[in-house]
């Protein structure tokens, strides 16, 4: 049987060599083919007994000649396993593109190894069933940014190699665009280098044999290519050439699926490292998922795969690809997931859905030059005056359709050919998600042109994709999203939206009971809570007889989401609130700091709020921040404070006065029969907005803790305990600074009307010039007692985020300065350091000699690091003997290096203090962006790292991070 095949292929072979003699013209190209006799530069011959095939020596990576003058590619181990599936031989033979064409098709070789099935080919060649799509692109130089779609390439030349379907393929997709031709891809790939061509067309991969690959692959990144065409591979026979096809086809038949794919993944499936999984992203789906201008991934669900990938223990990596031919990606396992796709509910072909990971909203865009649109209506097939735009594959195309089933809409591929289409005014209005259109038309400074319409809102699901077959992967996922703090995805949704309506922050709101705090609220139809009636801002009775304040915003954040009903009852003063706890009267009470003596007698929730306490005191005395300056004085403090046996035990020489409340305490500071009042700083705020209060002043105590806010609660209520503690939890930091802004505002009440005052002066002739004297004499207090407000809330503020001992930036003024510098630099190219300092010996000096030469000791640090730097740099006391300098605007390392220096010189420098001389050292990490991270945790992770290195390693010196 074998014998009687091998003879049978012969003869055919035979036979049309003679059936060659004759001419072929194709269309729409410069080839002619001619008499095999008559092709002088052609000389290839059959070994007899073999078939021979056509190849192309450029054609990677389906076939290709390899340094050592090889045969490699997809099809040639394809027509290695279909010769040993048909026990046939075969040889390959090399030639240029244009002339595997011409030999296959006048005869002089048998077969084609594989090529594009175009029509205009039909003519001289006979095609076998496709083997594979095939996806033809445009590949982008990486420095033409405003490069979206085939349709921005106008301005530009596309390079094409000479007989390659590209050529017909978009001529007849995109006409307009201008070619430039080639005679190999080789040739192509040296023009591209030497920017002759900006644009060139190509398949999957460029080809990895060519000299300068990396090079090639740097200018023109995978991320920039875009797929214009979907087409099938083949091979194919000379036209006459039947038989031999039919053979072809059967032994094809004969490769197994499994086969089939190993093979194209070998030679089609993306480069990753070993036990890592591959996924792929869009490049242009900010604030979701996008491109660094150096073609790094970034956005809200990048990192939150990235934290995905830290819970689960995998390595991932991302793969940039414009968004359906991630979807082809995934169908063909050539990467393992695609981050995330609107869940359509319909589903897609090949794939499963994961479970929604992100969920957002879209909304209908209006262009503002466009008049009188108020809602949807507006875009009924009855009024063909406005047409309004849609994605086409838009999650919400089948609901939108039935709420509007005459809206007159277009569809199209993608948002960014929408918005293009908005904006050439071909469309009024588009709908679109929220946070990606918002950043669209910010890049594209179109975001003062459309406004959005309130209704209608729909809710869009974001879900992983991944092939059916692999489940396992599936439940990995869903488990570990399952399973993430939600608290750290709130903080990766609010660096990446300015929104206020987010996914995770709701989600986080939304407290889930377990069966027995359920029956708990069932039970207990209301929760009494006390408050006293006169404690503004953080708790009292308002104008309306309601009771409000700090306690009050807290609670009612509470009351949402969880459920509980709180009613509230009022005492004058902290004693009897305190009392009426123990007695039963009540269940909670807010503002309470636990101790030892409390814990017996209640139970008490976690910390929701922290404030200095202050000592109010005459502004002629000046700063007064130590209660060692009141020593032989008298202090007022409310009675029932914890703090009365603490300072009491600490400063025996201070005479602390009792008082009931608050209006006491003040009194008697104002008669003079105390020198000092101390309370927290919310308290000491609301009191200086009295017009009486202008000479009296506000020093935060040093050395006293912060007073640590947390609800006391009924010791028989341990449930109640648990549903606050998730309540509380569910409060952003955000929701408490608002809470902040609106009880720490400046409010001026005066108790004049100038409007009286003016129109006394109006009726009243014989003393308007005394009525004039009073308004500017009001004035003057007035304007006074502004600045007196602004000042207070510019210490408050400056509190908030500068450390209270060096007057150093603190942790949270760095956050911010290095997220906005992250932004800075990242458009501006830049390199930023981020120093990590800790000093060596601080500790023995600190124990040695006290706290206080200790902190004499960090002051004067402070102000060594302050001098190293410029004033756009800052210095942070990060915590205890810890510090970071933030450089920006830096061109190199060097720059932090020269830096370093001067701080390890400076801190070797002998310290004079006021018990010793002392000398201490300092160790550095150093993290330089974006080489050791593009986000704040992750460079001050780096430098935090690098600087304990340097203590392990001796200390006393600096390292930058080598891995980098």
């Known amino acids: 049987m074998k014998a009687f095949i091998r003879y049978f292929c012969v003869v055919l072979a035979l036979f049309s060599l003679f059936a060659s003699d004759f001419v072929f013209a194709w269309s729409n190209s410069e080839l002619s083919f001619y008499r095999a006799e008559e092709n002088q530069s052609a000389d290839f011959s059959k070994v007899e007994g073999k078939l021979t095939i056509a190849i192309n020596k450029t054609s990677f990576p389906y076939h290709s000649i390899n340094s050592q003058g090889q045969a490699v590619g997809l099809m040639i181990d394809l027509w290695r396993l279909w010769a040993k599936k048909q026990q046939v031989e075969i040889a390959f033979v090399p030639l240029s593109w244009t002339e595997t064409l011409k030999q296959v098709g006048s005869g002089e070789v048998d077969i084609h190894a594989g090529l594009s099935i175009i029509e205009q080919r039909r003519e001289f060649l006979a095609y076998s069933q496709a083997i594979f799509p095939l996806y033809t692109h445009v590949y982008v130089h990486r420095e033409l940014t405003n490069i979206n779609s085939v349709n921005d390439l106008s301005p530009y030349a596309v390079g094409v190699v000479k007989g390659s379907a590209h050529i017909n393929m978009l001529a007849n997709a995109y006409p307009e665009l201008k070619q430039r031709l080639f005679n190999s891809r080789h040739e192509l790939y040296q023009a591209a280098m030497n920017n002759e061509v900006l644009v060139f067309t190509g398949l999957e991969k460029l080809a990895s044999d060519y000299e300068f690959y990396q090079q090639l692959q740097q200018m023109f990144p995978a991320h920039k290519r875009l797929r214009y065409q979907q087409g099938e591979y083949g091979v194919a026979v000379a036209k006459d050439r039947v038989d031999l096809l039919a053979f072809i086809e059967q032994g094809f038949a004969k490769i197994t699926l499994a086969e089939r794919v190993a093979i194209e993944r070998k030679w089609l ?93 879209a909304q209908v865009y209006v262009a503002k030059h466009v008049l009188g649109i108020e809602s949807l209506s507006s875009f009924t097939q009855q009024s063909k005056e406005h047409l309004i735009g849609i994605w086409q594959d838009s999650p919400f195309k089948a609901q939108l359709l039935e709420q509007y089933p005459n809206l007159n809409y277009r569809v199209y591929a993608s948002s960014d050919e929408m918005l293009k289409a908005a904006e050439r005014n071909e469309i009024s209005a588009m709908i679109s998600l929220v946070d990606l259109m918002d950043a669209k038309l910010v890049q594209a400074n179109l975001q003062s042109s459309f406004y959005r319409l309130d209704k209608p809102v729909f809710t869009v699901s974001l879900s992983p994709l991944v092939h059916q077959a692999n489940k396992e992967l599936l439940n990995l996922i869903n488990q570990t999203f399952t399973e993430l703090d939600i608290e750290q995805l709130v903080k990766l949704e609010e660096r990446w939206l300015t929104s206020t309506d987010r996914y995770y922050k709701k989600l986080a709101q939304k407290i889930t009971l377990t069966a027995e705090e359920q029956a708990f609220l069932q039970a207990k139809s209301s929760i009494r809570v006390g408050m006293v009636n006169d404690l503004s801002p953080v708790e009292f009775v308002n104008d309306d007889g309601e009771f409000a304040g700090i306690n009050r915003d807290i609670l009612d954040l509470i009351a949402q989401r969880t459920g509980l009903n709180f009613t509230y009852r009022g005492y004058d003063t902290w004693q009897q609130l305190f009392q009426a706890l123990l007695n039963e009267e009540i269940d909670l009470l807010g503002s309470i700091t636990p101790t030892d003596k409390r814990k017996e007698q209640m139970r008490f929730s976690e910390s929701y709020w922290r404030m200095p306490w202050v000592i109010m005191h005459p502004q002629h005395v000046g700063k007064q921040s130590k209660l060692t300056d009141f020593y032989g004085k008298r202090v007022a403090i409310v009675r029932g404070y914890y703090l009365i046996s603490q300072l009491r035990k600490q400063h025996p020489l201070i005479s602390f006065i009792l008082v009931d409340n608050r209006k006491q305490g003040l009194k008697a500071l104002q008669q003079g029969k105390v020198d000092g009042f101390i309370t927290t700083i919310a308290a000491a705020t609301e009191l200086l907005k009295q017009e009486s209060l202008i000479t009296m002043m506000v020093s935060v105590m040093e050395t006293v803790n912060l007073d640590d806010s947390r609800f006391g609660i009924n010791k028989n209520l341990p449930l109640l305990v648990n549903i606050i503690d998730k309540g509380l939890m569910s409060i952003s930091e955000k929701e408490k600074q608002a809470i902040y802004d609106d009880w720490f505002s400046v409010e001026i009440n005066t108790g004049l009307d100038k409007n009286v005052v003016l129109q006394v002066g109006a009726q009243i002739g014989i003393i308007i010039l005394l009525v004039l004297i009073v308004i500017v004499m009001w004035n003057r207090r007035l304007q006074s007692e502004i600045n007196h407000r602004e000042q207070l809330e510019q210490i408050m503020k400056h509190m908030a985020t500068h450390d209270e001992l060096t007057g150093l930036a603190n942790r949270v003024l760095l956050k911010d300065r290095l997220s906005t510098a992250i932004e800075f630099h990242q458009r501006q190219a830049l390199q930023m350091a981020v120093l990590f300092i800790d000093l060596d010996g601080f500790k023995t000096i600190n124990d040695s000699y006290g706290h206080d030469v200790g902190d004499e000791l960090l002051k004067i640090v402070a102000q060594r690091l302050s001098g190293c730097v410029r004033k756009s740099d800052t210095v942070v006391r990060f915590g205890g003997d810890e510090f970071v300098l933030l450089l920006t605007g830096l061109h190199s390392e060097n720059e932090a290096a020269y830096v370093a220096e001067k701080v390890l010189h400076l801190m070797q420098t002998p310290f004079e203090l006021s018990k010793t001389k002392a000398t201490i050292g300092c160790s550095i990490g150093i993290a330089m962006y974006p080489g050791d991270g593009e986000t704040d945790n992750d460079l001050l992770k780096v430098a935090d790292t690098l600087m304990y290195q340097v203590k392990a390693a001796g200390k006393n010196h600096f390292v930058f991070n080598e891995a980098s």
Do not use: C
């Open 269 to 361: 499936g993306l480069e990753k490292q070993k036990n890592s999984l591959l996924v792929a992203i869009a490049p242009n789906y900010s604030p979701y998922m996008a491109l660094t201008p150096s073609g790094k991934p970034q956005g809200l669900l990048v990192d939150v795969w990235r934290y995905w990938a830290q819970q689960a223990g995998v390595n991932i990596e991302f793969v940039a690809r414009e968004i359906t031919e991630d979807i082809s990606l995934v169908k063909e396992k050539k990467v393992d997931v695609l981050l995330a796709y609107p869940h359509t509910g319909n589903g897609i072909d090949d794939v499963l859905f994961a479970q929604d990971i992100y969920q957002s909203s």
